[in-house]
């Protein structure tokens, strides 16, 4: 007896939801828009981490060494001198290392200029992500660039106040709320942004450093992203709460539905008391209102959301499952030669390293010559081992 009051709860419920389908409807659409503004700016704001997220993996490194007390190894680095590089690259448990630095700048976008983010990595180690076109750059007057800017390979770009060739294309790279990442050589960077002095603001590495020269601290890949996301984090905060308010409104619309439309049964429901209907089975018919109202809101919801899906960046869906881990690869992002290669530096060889791609079982195939690596810039001039020969 008792289930077959809550059917006709149920049926009394959908046939009132039909009756009063105007505002039904006016409830749906109200709350999908809202459902959708909320999809959006989560996306957003998580977009964030992802795209810094996708930025450090690019890299290829496992660790950062910066200066101890810095901030990160990016945008909260301190600048230092290349002198323990070599030292580094010989510490115990690293596999490779490499001269990194970042810094911001401008380019310029016909009359106007954009903000832009700028590494500096070796041509051929750590640091340097693939191009989905064209070559990493190897001459300070090289870059390799966002495709988020629309150039190609051959065009010349004016970042700051120098004219660099574009030789490469990296796919969606972005940073600081889509702002495009542009990637030069290490020294390419220290001419950008230092004048040319051999300054770097961290050295990237491969392996597991188990002890660092005095004054050096080694950050790893989630301090990494984390310095990257320091300038957003305020926004990303003031974006979350913003959607929390908005769930909060489609909760409150859903809610004034259901209570308008128990004022206006109240008659109803009193007919259902008298006739013995018990009060959850009225209940159950009410909240099958509620639950009809969030569903259709929910679809209408994702629908609009998905047609508003330019709002949010492309590194929340390119990246999504190296965020969450999905594939269980550490190495998301990397490419198959950043993955797999060591490093033997010879002491006093000018720091000449041979770099060996690795098999399965550590051995080069006969295939995988092992290749002398030289430094081929004006940095090895001085009689130190070149910091950009240690990679």
Same mark, same amino acid.
């Given at each position: ?49 992802? #795209? ?19 901030? !990160? ?19 115990? !448990? ?25 590494? /500096? ?13 064209? &070559?990493?750059? =190897? ?7 966002? =495709?988020?800017?629309? &150039? ?15 030789? /490469? ?17 290490? #020294?390419?960077?220290?001419? @950008? ?5 051999? @300054? ?6 491969? !392996? ?55 004022? #206006? ?30 569903? @259709? ?9 998905? !047609? ?38 010879? /002491?006093?060889?000018? /720091? ?20 002398? @690596? ?18």
């Amino acid at each position: 007896m008792e289930v077959g009051n809550v059917v006709g709860m149920l049926l009394a419920a959908l046939r009132d939801m039909q009756w009063r389908m105007r505002r039904l409807v006016i409830a749906v659409v109200s709350t999908g828009i809202i459902f959708a503004m909320t999809l959006v700016l989560t996306g957003l704001a998580n977009g964030f981490r992802v #795209e810094a997220q996708r930025t450090v993996d690019s890299m290829g490194v496992d660790a950062f060494v910066i200066k101890a007390g810095a901030a !990160g190894p990016f945008l909260g680095s301190t600048p230092f001198a290349l002198v323990d590089l070599p030292r580094v690259a010989s510490a115990p !448990g690293v596999v490779a290392a490499a001269p990194l630095a970042t810094a911001a700048t401008t380019i310029r976008d016909g009359v106007s200029r954009r903000n832009a983010t700028a590494f /500096g990595a070796p041509a051929h180690g750590p640091g340097m992500p693939r191009a989905s076109e064209g &070559r990493a750059p =190897s001459t300070p007057d090289e870059v390799a660039v966002s =495709s988020t800017l629309g &150039r190609h390979v051959g065009d010349n770009v004016q970042v700051g106040a120098r004219t660099l060739r574009v030789v /490469g294309i990296v796919p969606n790279s972005t940073a600081l709320a889509k702002m495009p990442n542009i990637f030069l050589t290490t #020294e390419g960077l220290q001419q @950008l942004a230092y004048n040319g002095q051999p @300054l770097i603001t961290s050295i990237g590495i491969v !392996g597991t450093p188990r002890q660092l020269p005095n004054g050096y601290q080694a950050v790893d890949r989630p301090a990494g992203v984390s310095d990257l996301l320091r300038p957003v984090k305020d926004p990303a905060g003031a974006i979350t709460i913003v959607a929390f308010l908005l769930w909060i409104v489609a909760v409150l619309i859903i809610g004034s539905l259901v209570y308008l439309s128990t004022l #206006e049964r109240l008659r109803d429901f009193a007919v259902f008391k008298a006739i013995g209907v018990p009060t959850r089975s009225i209940l159950a018919g009410l909240a099958l209102q509620a639950v009809v109202v969030a569903l @259709l809101a929910a679809v209408l919801g994702v629908i609009l959301a998905q !047609g508003a899906g330019t709002a949010v960046p492309d590194e929340c869906r390119n990246a999504y499952a190296c965020l969450r881990g999905a594939t269980g690869d550490r190495d998301c992002g990397r490419s198959a030669g950043q993955r797999r290669w060591t490093k033997t530096c010879g /002491g006093g060889r000018s /720091g000449a390293c041979v770099r060996r791609s690795l098999t399965s079982a550590h051995r080069p195939s006969p295939s995988m010559r092992a290749t002398t @690596l030289r430094a081929t810039s004006g940095l090895d001039s001085s009689p130190n081992p070149s910091p950009t020969a240690c990679i």
